[in-house]
């Protein structure tokens, strides 16, 4: 029988080991206190990303202009790539190294949320700004701060295409005939506040979008507001009118969408399907919901109200582990970490990290859509996802981990009290270590939280 703490590291961590504080209290105090894992491994928000990305896009105009300078353009770009890469793996190592993994999960549930991936190579930096700057500074605090740092953050302008959109009736919009274009308002609206379920219509993300118009990105500069683009008059959004200049009335509306009791419900549902269950307890989104509504919107409250929930509690592990939650409790299994991680071979890491995920279904940071990775069980437990798993537990820890641990001792580390009987029988007749520790890391007491 799964004891609390070990529960704890499956669903609301990386996995086991845990520390001996991986309990509700320990884990909520942790939120506030010091941000212990990002100054260990620290990543790049748009002070550093912009100038790389501004010099690549100055060399992409010159080797268009001339061939010869296409070496200076690649340079560039591999410049982007390596910053980005090495992002990602400050962000993996974190997970390593993290005592409870609590915040790291939270991380990635609201970038994942916040969906955005790079558009172009001279992009490629985009989607970790957004974490550093508009996701990790607001894990636990309220939720509006984070979907207006989130909603003016070049890389959401950029992946949804909001440069192109114009007011019609704007100078520039009367000029050039240019459109309106609703893929920011639609995707805020159904996706990072109200749900799809909510009751508004389309007038109102027409709305919206005349409301956005005027917020830019390029490559040189990043965010801008340009209100020669701006939509003129107050808009309607959900029955309430904004008006003003500059970014104040888009504030407004985005600090009133935060408020919505729709919001709090589409927020507090959309927790307890990625932490606790595919069909959450229905009494545990109610408590979270009110918890969000009660405190404005603090989701350090909302998190309190899912921890201190029973059924956040319940044993049954019926989610899958993503890929990514795959890869990383196996080696926090094998106690590899977040210096070792940064320390790998560009080409290893590819190989034995980065690629399989792919192969298992998470492509890391190139999500099918706007909507981000897939929740249901279902979705991860396939044939070619389960084969893929496999595969990685069968190969790659044997030519990561030297020497390899002893099978059944290493079944105990990584499951703890889920190991159960018949799992350790096997594991301990494995005809090798290799395959005794592919049999734990390919059992469904690990693949599932």
């Known amino acids: 029988m799964i004891d609390p703490p070990t529960l704890a590291a499956f669903r609301f961590g990386y996995g086991l080991p845990h520390a001996n504080t991986a309990t509700p209290q320990a884990m909520l105090a942790a939120l506030t206190g010091p941000d212990y894992m990002a100054e260990t491994h620290p990543t790049q928000g748009l002070a550093e990303v912009l100038p790389m990305m501004a010099s690549a896009f100055e060399a992409r105009k010159m080797a268009r202009k001339d061939k010869m300078l296409g070496a200076d353009y690649k340079a560039a770009i591999r410049a982007v790539t390596l910053a980005a890469e090495a992002g990602v793996r400050a962000q993996f190592a974190r997970a390593l190294d993290a005592e409870d993994g609590f915040r790291e999960r939270l991380v990635a549930f609201w970038a994942d949320h916040f969906t955005t991936k790079a558009r172009s190579a001279v992009e490629r930096g985009l989607p970790g700004a957004l974490i550093h700057d ?61 749900g799809v379920d909510a009751n508004y219509a389309q007038v109102d993300v027409r709305q919206m979008a005349l409301l956005l118009t005027g917020l830019a990105a390029n490559p040189s500069s990043g965010f801008q507001f340009n209100a020669n683009r701006a939509e003129p008059g107050a808009e309607t959004v959900l029955g309430k009118p904004y008006g003003g200049e500059g970014l104040a009335p888009i504030k407004a509306a985005l600090t009133d969408l935060a408020h919505r009791p729709e919001t709090a419900a589409h927020i507090a549902r959309k927790l307890a399907v990625h932490f606790v269950a595919d069909q959450p307890d229905l009494a545990l989104v109610a408590t979270m919901t009110t918890a969000y509504q009660d405190s404005g919107g603090d989701l350090q409250q909302v998190y309190a109200a899912m921890l201190g929930h029973p059924a956040a509690w319940a044993p049954e592990q019926g989610k899958a582990r993503q890929p990514v939650e795959f890869v990383l409790a196996a080696l926090r299994a094998f106690g590899m970490t977040g210096a070792e991680l940064r320390r790998m071979g560009r080409g290893q890491f590819i190989r034995m990290v980065q690629r399989p995920m792919a192969l298992m279904g998470q492509d890391w940071q190139q999500p099918i859509g706007p909507d981000g990775w897939a929740e249901a069980t279902e979705a991860w437990i396939t044939p070619q996802g389960l084969a893929a798993r496999i595969t990685w537990a069968m190969e790659v820890p044997g030519r990561l981990i030297v020497p ?39 059992s469904p007491a690990f693949n599932r939280r």
């Not at 949804?160 to 000029?175: E, F, I, K, Y």
């Not at 290493?410 to 520790?437: C, H, I, N, Q, Y």
Request: glycine share 8%.
């Open 404 to 442: 390899m641990p002893d099978p059944v001792a290493f079944a105990k580390t990584a499951l703890g009290p889920a190991a159960d009987a018949r799992l350790l029988w096997a594991v301990a007749r494995a005809e090798s270590k290799r395959e005794g520790v592919g049999l734990v890391l390919a």
């Open 134 to 194: 508009a996701i990790r500074p607001h894990v636990s605090g309220r939720f509006a701060d984070m979907l207006i740092a989130a909603t003016l953050h070049p890389a959401m302008l950029s992946f949804l295409d909001q440069s192109a959109s114009t007011g019609p009736n704007s100078p520039v919009g009367q000029r050039s005939k240019r459109g309106l274009n609703e893929n920011l308002a639609r995707e805020l609206l159904e996706l990072h506040s109200l």
